[in-house]
C-alpha cells in the first residue's frame, strides 16, 4: 500500500489501483494507531476486545452461531504474548512475516497468469494492490480462515481493478490461490501432526507456561 503511492510519483498508475492502495494505506495506519494503543495500554486492549468481540458475536448471530468467548480477555493474553515473543525474536519474526506475505502475493499472481488472466488486463502492481487491500480488510476473520468472505474480497476487487474483464477467470484463480493457501496448509499440517505425534507423543500437553490474562480493573 506504501510502494504503490511512491511509484505513482515517478510512472504512471492506474487510476484505480492508486485508489485501491491509498484506501489500504489509510487503513494500514489506522491499524498501525490501534495496535500502538493496544501495547501501550492493558485497559484500552481489554475494551477494544470487548468492543470487537460484541461485532462479532453480532455477525455470528446472523449465522446462528454461539457467541465467542470473552474477547477482551483473549486480546490482553494475545498481547502479554505478543510482547514476550517480540522481545526476544523480533528480528527473526519480521523476515518471516515478509516472506510470507511475498510469497502468498506470488501465489495469487501466478494463479491469475496460470487461468489466462494476462499482464495487459491484470498488471502485477495492480494485483499487489488488490493483494495488499484485501488482506487489510480480513485482519480480523469473521469465519473460519477468511473461508467466503476472503474470496468474495479477492473476486470483487480484481474484477473492480480490472473494470469487469475476465470475471470467470479471476473466479478460478481465485480458487486455485485459496486451495493453495488454505487447504494446502490444513493439509500438511494434519500430515505433520501425525508423524510429530507419533515421533514425539502427545502434542497437547501441559508443558506449556502459563499466561497471564488478568483482567483491568
Not at 501465489?107 to 489466462?116: D, E, N, P, T, W
Not at 490444513?186 to 510429530?196: D, E
Amino acid at each position: 500500500s506504501i510502494v504503490v503511492p511512491l511509484l505513482a510519483a515517478v510512472q504512471p498508475v492506474p487510476d484505480r489501483v492508486l485508489a485501491i492502495a491509498i484506501a489500504g494505506l489509510v487503513i494500514s495506519l489506522l491499524a498501525l494507531i490501534f495496535i500502538v494503543a493496544v501495547v501501550r495500554s492493558q485497559r484500552f486492549a481489554y475494551w477494544s476486545g470487548s468492543m470487537i468481540g460484541r461485532a462479532v458475536n453480532w455477525a455470528r448471530g446472523l449465522t446462528n452461531r454461539p457467541p465467542a468467548a470473552d474477547v477482551g480477555r483473549t486480546v490482553v493474553r494475545f498481547r502479554h504474548e505478543t510482547l514476550d515473543l517480540l522481545r526476544r525474536r523480533w528480528p527473526a519474526l519480521t523476515v518471516m512475516i515478509v516472506v510470507k506475505y511475498l510469497a502468498t502475493y506470488l501465489v495469487l499472481l501466478i494463479s491469475l497468469r496460470a487461468v489466462g488472466v494476462d499482464r495487459v488486463t491484470l498488471t502485477a502492481l495492480e494485483v499487489l494492490a488488490v493483494y495488499a487491500f484485501v488482506r487489510l480488510l480480513t485482519l480480523i476473520e469473521i469465519t473460519p480462515g477468511g473461508v467466503g468472505v476472503v474470496e468474495a474480497l479477492y473476486i470483487g476487487a480484481l474484477s473492480w481493478a480490472t473494470g469487469g474483464v475476465d470475471q470467470d477467470e479471476i473466479v478460478a484463480a481465485v480458487f486455485v490461490f485459496r486451495m493453495f493457501t488454505y487447504l494446502g496448509p490444513i493439509l500438511i499440517g494434519a500430515v505433520c501432526y501425525v508423524i510429530l505425534s507419533r515421533k514425539y507423543g502427545n502434542l497437547r500437553g501441559d508443558a506449556a507456561s502459563p499466561v497471564r490474562d488478568e483482567v483491568p480493573a
